[in-house]
């Protein structure tokens, strides 16, 4: 499932914070068990450097979830402070039935489409 949300500034305060509200949200909407995730891949701008995104996610249970971490690369004109997240998990529910979330203005970074649900 796919995630995404905003930092509010580039401290490991902030990112820790947004990093935290966007996982919280799919596991809300999603029923994630964290036994049941296989491996998370978060990227983020690279204006965002003060801290990795996994750093976020460890406190929340997530001790034996592979993480991993990337930049993404500096396209003109594209939404700053942007966390994304890309979460490996086992689950029973089909694609459509699987709730995408995307917080503080990035819904703008994908067409809405069956599960997606912008806030």
Not at 20 to 26: K, M, N, R, S
Not at 31 to 40: F, K, L
Not at 102 to 117: A, H, M, S
Request: aromatic content about 6%; glycine content about 10%.
């Amino acid at each position: 499932m796919r995630g995404a949300t905003v930092a509010s500034a580039n401290t490991s305060e902030a990112i820790r914070e947004s990093v935290t509200e966007l996982v919280q949200a799919l596991v809300d909407a999603n029923g994630i068990d964290s036994g049941d995730v296989a491996s998370a891949f978060f990227t983020t701008t690279p204006d965002l450097d003060a801290a990795f995104p996994a750093e976020g996610v460890r406190h929340m249970g997530w001790e034996y979830v592979p993480l991993l971490g990337a930049v993404e690369m500096a396209k003109p004109g594209s939404l700053t402070h942007v966390i994304r997240v890309l979460l490996h998990w086992n689950t029973e529910l089909g694609p459509r039935e699987i709730q995408h979330k995307y917080l503080r203005g990035t819904d703008v970074l994908r067409t809405p489409g069956p599960g997606d649900t912008p806030q």
